[in-house]
């Protein structure tokens, strides 16, 4: 099987594992409790924190571990928009259609459980917030506004120091989900000016089931989880130590290997682009040409059944997505493609190939061998 769905998920490199083994079994204490064992715990949290902070440039007591990145996403939205509008009543939040459910599905139960408004930001046919759409949407209402740093499914980069700072002047709250965008972009939370910034684990070698979630100091959020005071109480239970461990190795490696990372998947990943437009007809890249992650490429095929090529592809040996969120009998196409402005025989055709550590120019030929003729194939299906 080759591997061309690192936008889903990714290996846990190895050394992260190694990092992680010693806490399940020796050094197991609860990092609540005073004793020696738990002490050890706690600093190994402690270290974690480190790591973390300074691979986004900020304070310990800034860094707020989590299950995963959608937790992180949940806690800035809901925490966030509840502290602020209780401080100052206002009421409006502004995100995008191509937000990741995790924001999307939240912002929308604000509105249609706790009174909140909302209001879609417009995008550029690359799916891009704009500065200009982001300044046309604010208000003196406006709560918070969270715009993701890269999309995980059309691999467009938003330009989000300049979207913070239009939040900035306008004093409003601004979360950016950055979990896609953490395996190759810079997180260096001062040059980007958020409020608030959601990682996850496993779309950087890390484990599942790991989150985090900057909060800059002075940004208040009502926590979700209530309990103990563990993370500066905002996220109470008990820590998930390995898995905290694991988290800040893989993001330590990550930040400290960018470039040589950046360096491996970028040519793949322009040969895929080129190529898939060149020798497949009737076909399309989504997302931004130039401003998106460097390991991603993704296509819409007119007239195809992104679910069947799918189908087709695992049958050759290939794991890829398509990001729409097709269900067998009832197929719907993707709600970031449609809101792109794809009508629905382009829609229902997307395809997502990401590369990542482990992907060889091997794998991208054979890929690319193998490609052309599946399309036709699901083409012709669907003509039936
Ligand atoms: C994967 C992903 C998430 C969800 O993270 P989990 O850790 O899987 O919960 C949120 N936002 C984006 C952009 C993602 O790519």
Redesign the pocket.
Known sequence: MIYLDY?ATTPVDQRVLDAMMPYFREVYGNPSSLHRLGQKAEAAVDQAREKVASVLHCKLDEIIFTS????S?NLALRGAAMAKRAASGEKWILTSKTE?H??CKTAEQLEKEFGFLLEWLDMDQYGTVTPESMRKAVCNQTALASV?YA??EIGTINPIPELAEIARVNNILFHT?A??AAAYLDLNVKKLGVNLL?L????FYGP?GV?ALYVRNGTKLIPHMTGGGQEYGLRAGTQNVPYIVGFAEALRLTAEEREKRIAHVKPLRDRIIGEVLETIPDSQLTGHPESRLPNHASFVFKDVDGNLLLQMLDSAGFACSSGSACKTGNPEPSEVITSLGYSRDWALGSLRVTLGVDSTPKHVDSFLKSLPELVEKARKLNQR
Do not use: F
Not at 200 to 203: A, I, L
């Open positions: 936008a995963c990145g959608t937790e996403d990741h995790a924001v993701m999309n995980n989900d979990v896609q959601s996850g684990g496993h779309k599942k989150g």
